[in-house]
Protein backbone atom coordinates (compact mmCIF):
# COMPACT_ATOMS: atom_id res chain seq x y z
CA UNK A 1 0.00 0.00 0.00
CA UNK A 2 1.25 3.45 -1.10
CA UNK A 3 0.27 6.33 1.41
CA UNK A 4 0.39 9.79 0.18
CA UNK A 5 0.32 12.89 2.59
CA UNK A 6 -0.76 15.92 3.08
CA UNK A 7 1.06 18.81 4.43
CA UNK A 8 0.09 22.41 6.29
CA UNK A 9 2.39 24.90 8.00
CA UNK A 10 0.74 27.41 11.04
CA UNK A 11 2.80 29.89 12.38
CA UNK A 12 1.59 30.41 16.19
CA UNK A 13 3.05 33.26 17.83
CA UNK A 14 6.59 33.03 17.06
CA UNK A 15 6.28 28.81 16.69
CA UNK A 16 5.99 26.65 13.44
CA UNK A 17 3.54 23.79 13.29
CA UNK A 18 4.31 21.46 10.50
CA UNK A 19 1.18 19.44 10.46
CA UNK A 20 1.27 16.29 7.91
CA UNK A 21 -1.45 13.30 8.07
CA UNK A 22 -1.27 10.03 9.35
CA UNK A 23 -2.90 6.59 8.80
CA UNK A 24 -4.03 6.34 12.26
CA UNK A 25 -7.31 6.91 13.83
CA UNK A 26 -5.55 10.59 15.37
CA UNK A 27 -5.53 11.30 11.43
CA UNK A 28 -2.23 13.94 11.45
CA UNK A 29 0.37 14.73 13.63
CA UNK A 30 2.09 18.12 14.43
CA UNK A 31 5.90 18.43 14.78
CA UNK A 32 6.84 21.87 15.71
CA UNK A 33 9.88 24.47 15.36
CA UNK A 34 10.81 27.31 17.57
CA UNK A 35 14.13 29.60 17.01
CA UNK A 36 16.97 30.48 20.04
CA UNK A 37 19.39 32.76 19.22
CA UNK A 38 20.74 31.71 15.40
CA UNK A 39 19.45 27.95 15.82
CA UNK A 40 16.05 25.87 15.76
CA UNK A 41 14.17 22.86 18.33
CA UNK A 42 12.38 20.39 16.62
CA UNK A 43 10.22 18.72 18.96
CA UNK A 44 9.04 15.11 17.29
CA UNK A 45 10.29 13.37 14.46
CA UNK A 46 6.73 12.08 12.82
CA UNK A 47 6.26 9.14 10.53
CA UNK A 48 8.74 7.28 8.36
CA UNK A 49 5.87 6.40 5.92
CA UNK A 50 4.92 7.07 2.41
CA UNK A 51 5.77 10.48 1.39
CA UNK A 52 6.08 12.04 5.09
CA UNK A 53 9.64 12.84 4.76
CA UNK A 54 9.15 14.36 1.56
CA UNK A 55 6.38 16.77 2.87
CA UNK A 56 8.53 17.07 6.03
CA UNK A 57 11.38 18.59 3.94
CA UNK A 58 9.49 20.30 1.61
CA UNK A 59 7.76 21.99 4.51
CA UNK A 60 11.38 22.94 5.88
CA UNK A 61 12.03 24.82 2.79
CA UNK A 62 9.09 26.49 2.59
CA UNK A 63 9.61 27.84 5.59
CA UNK A 64 13.52 28.28 4.51
CA UNK A 65 14.77 26.36 7.14
CA UNK A 66 18.14 24.57 6.45
CA UNK A 67 17.95 21.09 8.06
CA UNK A 68 21.55 21.82 9.07
CA UNK A 69 19.90 25.26 11.43
CA UNK A 70 18.13 22.67 13.47
CA UNK A 71 20.24 21.91 16.79
CA UNK A 72 18.29 19.84 18.67
CA UNK A 73 15.48 17.70 17.88
CA UNK A 74 13.44 16.33 21.27
CA UNK A 75 11.39 12.99 21.18
CA UNK A 76 8.48 13.28 23.10
CA UNK A 77 8.34 9.09 23.23
CA UNK A 78 8.62 6.22 21.10
CA UNK A 79 5.36 6.20 18.94
CA UNK A 80 5.71 5.29 15.37
CA UNK A 81 4.48 8.67 14.30
CA UNK A 82 6.97 10.67 16.89
CA UNK A 83 10.38 9.02 16.30
CA UNK A 84 10.27 8.35 12.47
CA UNK A 85 12.56 10.53 10.68
CA UNK A 86 15.41 10.58 13.21
CA UNK A 87 17.45 8.69 10.86
CA UNK A 88 16.65 11.09 7.60
CA UNK A 89 17.10 14.15 9.69
CA UNK A 90 20.23 13.29 10.93
CA UNK A 91 21.71 12.42 7.14
CA UNK A 92 20.94 15.87 6.54
CA UNK A 93 22.43 17.23 9.56
CA UNK A 94 24.83 15.32 11.43
CA UNK A 95 25.74 17.54 14.14
CA UNK A 96 21.76 17.81 15.12
CA UNK A 97 21.59 16.33 19.11
CA UNK A 98 19.05 13.93 19.31
CA UNK A 99 17.30 13.88 22.66
CA UNK A 100 15.22 11.38 24.56
CA UNK A 101 14.41 10.54 28.20
CA UNK A 102 16.32 7.06 29.18
CA UNK A 103 13.65 5.18 28.90
CA UNK A 104 12.02 5.42 25.32
CA UNK A 105 15.92 4.82 24.46
CA UNK A 106 16.47 1.86 26.38
CA UNK A 107 13.02 0.88 25.60
CA UNK A 108 13.48 1.32 21.35
CA UNK A 109 17.10 -0.55 22.05
CA UNK A 110 15.96 -3.27 23.79
CA UNK A 111 12.47 -4.04 21.57
CA UNK A 112 14.08 -3.45 18.34
CA UNK A 113 17.31 -6.01 19.15
CA UNK A 114 16.93 -9.61 17.82
CA UNK A 115 19.32 -10.94 20.64
CA UNK A 116 16.18 -9.68 22.37
CA UNK A 117 13.15 -11.03 20.87
CA UNK A 118 12.95 -14.41 23.44
CA UNK A 119 13.00 -12.13 25.95
CA UNK A 120 10.71 -10.11 24.50
CA UNK A 121 8.41 -13.00 23.49
CA UNK A 122 8.31 -13.98 27.25
CA UNK A 123 7.11 -10.76 28.15
CA UNK A 124 4.46 -10.21 25.50
CA UNK A 125 2.80 -13.86 26.39
CA UNK A 126 3.04 -12.82 30.23
CA UNK A 127 1.02 -9.80 29.17
CA UNK A 128 -0.90 -11.06 27.32
CA UNK A 129 -1.74 -14.85 29.86
CA UNK A 130 -2.61 -11.21 32.17
CA UNK A 131 -5.25 -10.38 29.94
CA UNK A 132 -6.98 -13.34 28.94
CA UNK A 133 -7.31 -13.16 32.89
CA UNK A 134 -8.88 -9.94 32.89
CA UNK A 135 -11.41 -11.25 30.22
CA UNK A 136 -9.87 -11.02 27.22
CA UNK A 137 -10.41 -14.78 25.07
CA UNK A 138 -8.17 -16.83 24.11
CA UNK A 139 -8.08 -16.16 20.66
CA UNK A 140 -7.73 -12.56 21.41
CA UNK A 141 -4.95 -13.14 23.39
CA UNK A 142 -3.25 -14.83 20.45
CA UNK A 143 -3.82 -12.02 17.90
CA UNK A 144 -2.62 -9.07 21.26
CA UNK A 145 1.23 -11.37 21.00
CA UNK A 146 1.18 -10.79 17.17
CA UNK A 147 0.37 -7.57 17.46
CA UNK A 148 3.12 -7.02 20.31
CA UNK A 149 6.01 -8.78 18.58
CA UNK A 150 4.83 -6.82 14.76
CA UNK A 151 5.23 -3.17 16.19
CA UNK A 152 8.80 -3.43 17.11
CA UNK A 153 9.37 -4.63 13.76
CA UNK A 154 8.74 -1.50 12.14
CA UNK A 155 10.74 0.19 14.64
CA UNK A 156 14.80 1.22 13.59
CA UNK A 157 16.51 2.04 16.75
CA UNK A 158 18.74 5.11 16.42
CA UNK A 159 21.21 5.77 19.39
CA UNK A 160 20.04 9.29 20.81
CA UNK A 161 23.01 11.68 21.60
CA UNK A 162 21.52 13.21 24.60
CA UNK A 163 19.52 10.75 27.43
CA UNK A 164 17.34 12.86 29.70
CA UNK A 165 15.90 12.39 33.19
CA UNK A 166 13.02 14.35 34.90
CA UNK A 167 14.23 17.63 36.08
CA UNK A 168 17.08 17.86 33.56
CA UNK A 169 17.84 21.01 31.45
CA UNK A 170 19.26 21.68 27.91
CA UNK A 171 20.77 24.78 27.61
CA UNK A 172 20.65 26.26 23.84
CA UNK A 173 22.77 29.72 23.45
CA UNK A 174 21.77 30.60 27.09
CA UNK A 175 18.32 29.67 26.78
CA UNK A 176 17.23 26.52 28.96
CA UNK A 177 14.77 23.94 27.98
CA UNK A 178 13.20 22.00 31.12
CA UNK A 179 12.81 18.35 30.94
CA UNK A 180 9.38 17.16 32.33
CA UNK A 181 8.95 13.10 32.73
CA UNK A 182 5.70 12.41 32.04
CA UNK A 183 4.57 8.57 31.56
CA UNK A 184 1.33 7.97 31.55
CA UNK A 185 0.61 7.56 27.62
CA UNK A 186 3.80 5.85 27.30
CA UNK A 187 6.58 5.53 30.21
CA UNK A 188 9.24 7.86 28.62
CA UNK A 189 7.09 10.03 27.36
CA UNK A 190 8.61 13.26 28.44
CA UNK A 191 7.57 16.71 27.93
CA UNK A 192 9.40 19.91 27.22
CA UNK A 193 9.24 23.62 28.29
CA UNK A 194 11.04 26.46 27.58
CA UNK A 195 10.90 28.89 30.48
CA UNK A 196 11.72 32.43 28.89
CA UNK A 197 8.24 32.42 26.55
CA UNK A 198 6.60 30.08 29.19
CA UNK A 199 5.71 27.09 26.34
CA UNK A 200 4.76 23.58 27.14
CA UNK A 201 5.48 21.11 24.04
CA UNK A 202 3.56 18.19 25.38
CA UNK A 203 3.21 15.25 22.52
CA UNK A 204 0.84 13.27 23.72
CA UNK A 205 0.52 14.09 27.30
CA UNK A 206 -1.98 16.63 27.00
CA UNK A 207 -4.20 16.98 23.91
CA UNK A 208 -7.51 19.40 23.42
CA UNK A 209 -10.23 17.65 23.01
CA UNK A 210 -9.78 13.95 24.19
CA UNK A 211 -7.31 12.28 27.02
CA UNK A 212 -4.49 10.14 25.93
CA UNK A 213 -4.61 6.29 25.97
CA UNK A 214 -2.99 5.58 29.09
CA UNK A 215 -2.24 1.69 30.04
CA UNK A 216 0.05 -1.03 31.45
CA UNK A 217 3.45 -1.77 28.77
CA UNK A 218 5.57 -4.05 27.84
CA UNK A 219 8.95 -2.96 29.95
CA UNK A 220 12.32 -4.81 29.77
CA UNK A 221 14.13 -6.01 32.60
CA UNK A 222 16.83 -3.26 33.25
CA UNK A 223 14.02 -0.81 33.11
CA UNK A 224 12.03 -2.56 35.97
CA UNK A 225 15.44 -2.60 38.07
CA UNK A 226 16.89 0.73 37.91
CA UNK A 227 13.49 2.44 38.21
CA UNK A 228 11.95 -0.05 40.75
CA UNK A 229 10.44 2.21 43.50
CA UNK A 230 8.23 2.99 40.91
CA UNK A 231 4.81 1.39 40.56
CA UNK A 232 4.32 1.43 36.79
CA UNK A 233 1.34 -0.70 37.52
CA UNK A 234 -0.38 2.30 38.67
CA UNK A 235 0.28 4.29 35.74
CA UNK A 236 -2.94 6.69 36.31
CA UNK A 237 -1.28 7.63 39.78
CA UNK A 238 2.05 8.73 37.82
CA UNK A 239 -0.56 9.83 34.91
CA UNK A 240 -2.08 12.78 37.61
CA UNK A 241 1.14 13.58 39.29
CA UNK A 242 2.82 14.69 36.09
CA UNK A 243 -0.28 16.74 35.24
CA UNK A 244 0.08 18.24 38.66
CA UNK A 245 3.64 18.88 37.77
CA UNK A 246 3.09 20.74 34.35
CA UNK A 247 -0.13 22.43 36.08
CA UNK A 248 2.79 23.87 38.54
CA UNK A 249 4.69 25.39 35.78
CA UNK A 250 1.78 27.63 34.94
CA UNK A 251 2.38 27.22 31.08
CA UNK A 252 0.85 30.22 28.55
CA UNK A 253 0.35 28.01 26.02
CA UNK A 254 0.67 23.98 25.18
CA UNK A 255 1.67 22.73 21.68
CA UNK A 256 0.13 19.12 21.45
CA UNK A 257 1.02 16.54 18.75
CA UNK A 258 -2.40 16.52 17.73
CA UNK A 259 -5.50 18.47 17.62
CA UNK A 260 -5.63 22.36 18.48
CA UNK A 261 -2.81 24.05 20.09
CA UNK A 262 -4.43 24.75 23.87
CA UNK A 263 -4.48 28.21 24.93
CA UNK A 264 -5.88 28.01 28.31
CA UNK A 265 -3.61 25.44 29.65
CA UNK A 266 -4.72 25.62 33.15
CA UNK A 267 -8.52 24.79 32.56
CA UNK A 268 -7.38 21.79 30.08
CA UNK A 269 -5.36 20.03 32.71
CA UNK A 270 -8.62 20.37 35.03
CA UNK A 271 -10.92 19.12 32.40
CA UNK A 272 -8.54 15.96 32.04
CA UNK A 273 -8.47 15.76 35.75
CA UNK A 274 -12.17 15.36 36.51
CA UNK A 275 -12.51 13.17 33.22
CA UNK A 276 -10.76 10.51 35.02
CA UNK A 277 -12.50 11.32 38.35
CA UNK A 278 -15.74 11.15 36.46
CA UNK A 279 -14.43 7.79 35.03
CA UNK A 280 -12.84 6.24 38.36
CA UNK A 281 -16.70 6.75 39.79
CA UNK A 282 -18.52 5.24 37.06
CA UNK A 283 -16.12 1.54 37.54
CA UNK A 284 -16.91 2.14 40.70
CA UNK A 285 -20.53 2.51 40.59
CA UNK A 286 -20.24 -0.45 38.06
CA UNK A 287 -19.00 -3.04 40.94
CA UNK A 288 -20.67 -1.76 44.21
CA UNK A 289 -22.78 -4.80 43.51
CA UNK A 290 -21.23 -7.69 42.12
CA UNK A 291 -17.44 -8.22 41.02
CA UNK A 292 -16.50 -7.51 37.38
CA UNK A 293 -13.75 -8.27 35.19
CA UNK A 294 -11.69 -5.42 33.58
CA UNK A 295 -12.79 -6.16 29.97
CA UNK A 296 -16.32 -6.59 31.12
CA UNK A 297 -16.41 -2.92 32.24
CA UNK A 298 -14.58 -1.72 29.23
CA UNK A 299 -17.02 -3.14 27.22
CA UNK A 300 -19.63 -1.14 28.81
CA UNK A 301 -17.62 1.78 28.64
CA UNK A 302 -16.47 1.72 25.40
CA UNK A 303 -18.44 -0.89 23.23
CA UNK A 304 -17.56 -3.72 20.97
CA UNK A 305 -13.58 -2.56 19.13
CA UNK A 306 -11.57 -4.38 16.92
CA UNK A 307 -8.79 -6.95 18.65
CA UNK A 308 -6.58 -3.79 19.21
CA UNK A 309 -8.53 -1.17 20.78
CA UNK A 310 -10.21 -3.51 22.42
CA UNK A 311 -6.75 -4.13 24.88
CA UNK A 312 -6.39 -0.54 24.83
CA UNK A 313 -9.88 -0.22 26.22
CA UNK A 314 -9.00 -2.76 28.69
CA UNK A 315 -5.37 -1.08 29.90
CA UNK A 316 -7.20 2.12 30.45
CA UNK A 317 -10.09 0.65 32.64
CA UNK A 318 -7.02 -1.54 34.51
CA UNK A 319 -5.24 1.56 35.38
CA UNK A 320 -8.22 3.42 36.94
CA UNK A 321 -9.17 -0.20 38.37
CA UNK A 322 -5.19 -0.78 39.75
CA UNK A 323 -5.27 3.28 41.43
CA UNK A 324 -8.62 2.24 43.13
CA UNK A 325 -6.82 -0.76 44.68
CA UNK A 326 -3.83 0.70 45.86
CA UNK A 327 -5.89 2.88 47.70
CA UNK A 328 -8.18 -0.35 49.43
CA UNK A 329 -11.46 1.21 46.99
CA UNK A 330 -11.69 -2.03 45.53
CA UNK A 331 -10.35 -5.43 45.81
CA UNK A 332 -9.74 -8.29 43.34
CA UNK A 333 -10.14 -11.97 43.62
CA UNK A 334 -10.06 -14.61 40.90
CA UNK A 335 -12.46 -17.00 40.09
CA UNK A 336 -12.48 -19.55 37.43
CA UNK A 337 -8.94 -18.53 36.05
CA UNK A 338 -10.27 -14.52 35.38
CA UNK A 339 -9.68 -11.82 37.65
CA UNK A 340 -12.80 -9.72 39.32
CA UNK A 341 -12.85 -6.59 40.77
CA UNK A 342 -15.11 -5.86 43.28
CA UNK A 343 -15.68 -2.06 45.32
CA UNK A 344 -15.61 -1.89 49.27
CA UNK A 345 -15.94 1.44 49.63
CA UNK A 346 -18.82 3.98 47.73
CA UNK A 347 -16.67 7.19 47.47
CA UNK A 348 -13.02 8.29 47.72
CA UNK A 349 -10.75 11.20 48.36
Known sequence: MTFEFTSEINRIVDVIQIKIDVP???KYVYVYLFKIGEKYILFDAGLNMGNWAKQFFNALDRVKILPENISHCFISHN???HIGLIRKIRRKNKKIKIVMHEITDETMRWETNPD??????????????????YGISEEQGKKLIKYFLTWPKMKRYRKPDILVSDGD?????????EIIWTPGHSLGHICVYEKNRSYLFSGDHILSRITPHIGNFIISPSIREKYNTFDFENILHLYLSSLD?????????IFPAHQEVIKKPQKRILEIKEHHNQRLKEILNLIKDKPMAP???SKIHFGELDDVNSFLALSEVLGHLIFLERQNIVSKQKINGKILFKAEKEIFD
Open 295 to 297: YEI
Open 169 to 177: TITVENEEL
Open 24 to 26: FDV
Open 79 to 81: HLD
Open 116 to 133: NLTKLRKEVKNLARKSIE
Open 245 to 253: RISSLKPKI
